[in-house]
């Protein structure tokens, strides 16, 4: 039978692990971001060898669930650390990598495929004339690129980069399979402790879904404060 007062309880409790799933969300949105600009950026230069070398690496990552990918970080990366640190003389064993790191990792390359799409779309937004207006008023590279192009391009990004915020918090329910507690895994231990699985499951929806909601009236509220600036 569904127990009301155990779906509460159990409510609370899931919300006791959101701050380190936003935190989490956050560290690989931002390390997804950067390593997609550099993305874009190679791409957009047409770099010779990287190009080829990251076109080939980004049709892996689309193509690869990333579930796969979680695993193959899980059981290879401790090994890929253990030999560069033993470049630099420093002894390192492997089993100590915190399970968290290999989430950060996997799912801030997983998620920079997406991220450089985005940052060129929105970088092909900002109209050309734009730019040569402020280099003809004597902005340099950067001053043009803070004060006419990351202003414009932002508005455009804006929706993808928060929709891809909502993926990555989803996504993270996948780290509990290498033994990182986030709202889904906080679910399934109080549904294993409890014995009420659905009322656990039924609160994490709960949890999900309001955060959800307040992330997106938030970004829907600040990019009509941006366009409103234009």
């Not at 190679?42 to 990333?66: A, D, E, H, M, Y």
């Not at 996504?171 to 699985?197: C, E, M, P, R, T």
Request: hydrophobic letters at 55%; charged letters at 10%.
């Amino acid at each position: 039978m569904f127990q009301l007062d155990v779906l509460i309880e159990d409510f609370f409790s899931i919300l006791k692990v959101v701050p380190q799933t936003l935190l989490l969300a956050v560290i690989i949105l931002i390390l997804s971001l950067f390593m997609g600009g550099c993305l874009a950026l190679i791409q957009r230069k047409k770099i010779p060898i990287l190009f080829t070398i990251i076109t080939v690496v980004q049709s892996f990552l689309r193509g690869t669930p990333n579930v796969v990918l979680l695993y193959l970080g899980y059981y290879s990366l401790p090994f890929i650390v253990q030999y560069i640190v033993s470049l630099m003389g420093i002894d390192f064993n492997p089993h100590q990598l915190d399970p968290v790191i290999t989430v950060i990792v996997v799912f801030s390359i997983s998620f920079s495929v997406f991220q450089s799409e985005t940052i060129r779309g929105s970088l092909h937004s900002v109209e050309r004339g734009q730019i040569e207006a402020a280099q003809s008023l004597g902005y340099g590279f950067f001053h043009t690129l803070w004060k006419v192009i990351i202003p414009q391009a932002l508005v455009e990004a804006l929706p993808d980069i928060m929709n891809s915020f909502l993926v990555i918090i989803k996504a993270l329910s996948l780290a509990y399979l290498i033994s990182v507690v986030d709202i889904f895994g906080q679910a399934k231990l109080l549904g294993a402790y409890n014995f009420s699985y659905i009322e656990a499951f039924v609160a994490a929806a709960f949890v999900y879904w309001i955060m959800c909601s307040i992330f997106t009236l938030f970004i829907n509220k600040f990019e009509l404060r941006l366009r409103k600036g234009y």
